[in-house]
């Protein structure tokens, strides 16, 4: 975190007591100059060592909070929000992260009930005490309910998006240390999940003080939490990041443990059991006749590269994306794990945006970005008018047909080819918000949930993906992690009717979506849909989310050819017009 970001993140968490407290207007203006000292280009340590009147220039700075900003850089802390805390302990960012909570509720349930931490509202919920708090009914109490574990775990975990730029930096900068030999990410964020826990690094070094000693003294690096001989543990921005150090010969063996998951080290652990092999995060050990139960006991068969170590078992070795226990440890035994996609392999996107609906750029910059990135096609689908489309944001059908001719005429000059499309809602009954004649005059029709994003969306979805002109279902689930489940959909039932009527079924490589998310992507591609990876992307630089949606379709065991977006223009032309 930068210093300006650190003081507007204390602005805001001023903002959210004020607003606990029941205090009026004033946490608005705290918030808006949080924001403001958040975009500011220079550094307000600078200007706070100028004095309150060179802080005061930021617009929405006033005289309270500038005396505040210069108090901090000066003490180190705020007075004021340090007895704003005392008088309200309350674990705002946790409470908040239920949906329907804000920092009022959290005040008012501290007032009356004395709540601080998500078990003590839980605890209450559960006691039916929230309900008869002023200003709460049963309903929001069933909500709480509902929502908490889903808060509770959305509050410890960061979007893969947030963690993979943090992970790749800090793997090339450790890469590059003289005592490193190896250098590799591991966990959850080596097998792409959605959303991580933390970024596990795992180095092979001869010399760990010396590994340790530059992790911590990294600049990407905001604060250290604890750092020993061979292990350390940080945070960059709100990421944790997780070091480990390891004897260059055992580095096959503790990268493939730590790359998880758990039940598919288990699976593997099993599988080694019935061979009289022990597997560990040391290496595999023949331990035949053997009683010792020190770890590094028996006959050790490989450790030094995780290829070793899955031969060693008679298992081809296994891509970290698969290794979810879904059947990829018989798969790797028997010799028959997918060939997978490959980053690479997409050639184009086929759910954009541009400044005709809420992207921000124009459709011939979306064009070029596509062609600067190597894509063969793009089609331009921009939101319809429709449910879930607020402020406007949404083409009208009428302009929609002004677009059209927009788009061929960019089309013409262009270097890629360029498809005309449209991003339709399916309403909650299953409906397209586009004339139908306006749908079969369009390329390709995205049709995505926007709104009413609860309970089952099977039939929903099903009804779209029969729609005849429907080309591609758009994220699902309408799910967004961390915040919002979205549609409960039955995978197996829409992949059917989605094969049966030539529709896709879309991977949004959004990475606050990746919906569908791997799991869901298998059974699809099982059940005999065609999968489409799409940014969505709202500008040019959101074409490289790509790589997202890809790892995504590898956690789903997809191939090239399950993949439509793998296919040349012409293929795709073909299955739109099918
Ligand atoms: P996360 O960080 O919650 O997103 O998930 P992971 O999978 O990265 O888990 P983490 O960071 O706790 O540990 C990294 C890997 O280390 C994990 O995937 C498997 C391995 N591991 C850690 N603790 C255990 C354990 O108690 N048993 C087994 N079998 N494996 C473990
Ligand atoms: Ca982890
Ligand atoms: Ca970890
Ligand atoms: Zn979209």
Request: a negative charge; glycine letters at 10%.
């Amino acid at each position: 975190m930068s210093r300006n970001d650190e003081i507007a993140t204390l602005l805001e968490e001023f903002a959210d007591l004020l607003d606990a407290k029941g205090v009026e207007y004033k946490p608005r203006a705290y918030r808006r100059a949080a924001e403001n000292i958040r975009d500011f280009p220079g550094a307000m340590e600078g200007l706070a060592a100028e004095g309150e009147a060179s802080v005061g220039e930021i617009d929405g700075v006033g005289d309270a909070i500038s005396s505040k900003v210069v108090e901090y850089f000066e003490t180190g802390e705020i007075e004021e929000l340090t007895e704003l805390r005392a008088e309200l302990p309350v674990e705002m960012a946790a409470l908040t992260a239920v949906e329907g909570i804000g920092p009022k509720s959290v005040g008012s349930l501290y007032e009356a009930l004395g709540i601080t931490t998500l078990d003590e509202l839980e605890a209450a919920a559960e006691a039916g005490e929230i309900q008869e708090v002023s200003g709460f009914g049963a309903k929001t109490e069933q909500n709480i309910l509902d929502n908490i574990d889903f808060a509770r775990e959305a509050h410890e975990r960061s979007l893969l998006g947030e963690g993979r730029p943090h992970g790749d930096r800090v793997r090339s900068y450790m890469a590059a240390g003289d005592a490193v030999a190896e250098c590799a990410l591991g966990g959850s964020i080596r097998r792409w999940r959605p959303t991580i826990g933390d970024v596990d690094v795992l180095v092979g070094s001869p010399n760990p003080e010396a590994v340790v000693e530059r992790f911590v003294d990294w600049d990407g690096l905001d604060r250290v939490i604890e750092s020993g001989d061979t292990k350390a543990s940080a945070y960059a921005d709100d990421v944790r990041v997780d070091l480990r150090v390891v004897d260059p010969s055992e580095f096959g063996a503790a990268l493939q443990y730590f790359t998880g998951s758990k039940d598919h080290n288990v699976a593997v652990r099993n599988r080694a059991i019935e061979q009289d092999l022990k597997v560990n995060e040391y290496g595999v050990f023949d331990v035949e006749g053997v009683e010792d139960d020190d770890q590094r006991a028996g006959e050790l068969v490989a450790s030094e590269t995780e290829e070793a170590v899955y031969d060693a078992l008679g298992m081809d070795w296994v891509p970290p994306e698969l290794r979810e226990n879904r059947g990829e440890v018989a798969a790797a035994a028997d010799g028959s794990l997918p060939d997978l996609l490959a980053e690479g392999e997409v050639r184009g996107d086929i759910h954009t945006h541009t400044n005709w609906s809420d992207g921000s750029n124009s459709i011939t910059e979306m064009v070029e970005g596509a062609a600067d990135f190597g894509h063969d096609y793009l089609a331009v689908t921009d939101h319809a008018t429709g449910p879930g489309m607020v402020g406007g944001v949404g083409v009208p059908d009428e302009k929609l047909r002004e677009q059209i001719s927009e788009v061929e005429s960019v089309a013409a000059d262009a270097d890629i080819d360029v498809f005309t499309g449209v991003e339709a809602n399916i309403a909650a009954d299953g409906s397209i918000s586009v004339v139908d004649d306006l749908l079969s005059e369009l390329d390709v029709v995205v049709a995505s949930p926007h709104a009413a994003l609860d309970g089952d969306g099977t039939d929903r979805l099903v009804a779209a993906a029969q729609h005849p002109d429907v080309n591609v279902i758009g994220h699902p689930t309408g799910r967004y992690l961390n915040r919002r489940e979205g549609l409960d959909v039955d995978v197996g039932r829409l992949a059917e009717a989605a094969a049966d009527n030539d529709t896709a079924l879309e991977i949004n490589a959004n990475p606050a979506r990746l919906d569908l998310g791997g799991g869901a992507v298998k059974q699809a591609i099982e059940a005999g849909a065609t999968i489409a990876i799409n940014t969505d992307a709202h500008s040019p630089a959101n074409l490289d989310l790509l790589r997202y949606g890809v790892h995504t379709a590898q956690r789903g065991w997809a191939e090239t050819g399950d993949v439509l977006n793998t296919r040349d223009a012409e293929g795709l032309r073909e299955f739109f017009d099918a």
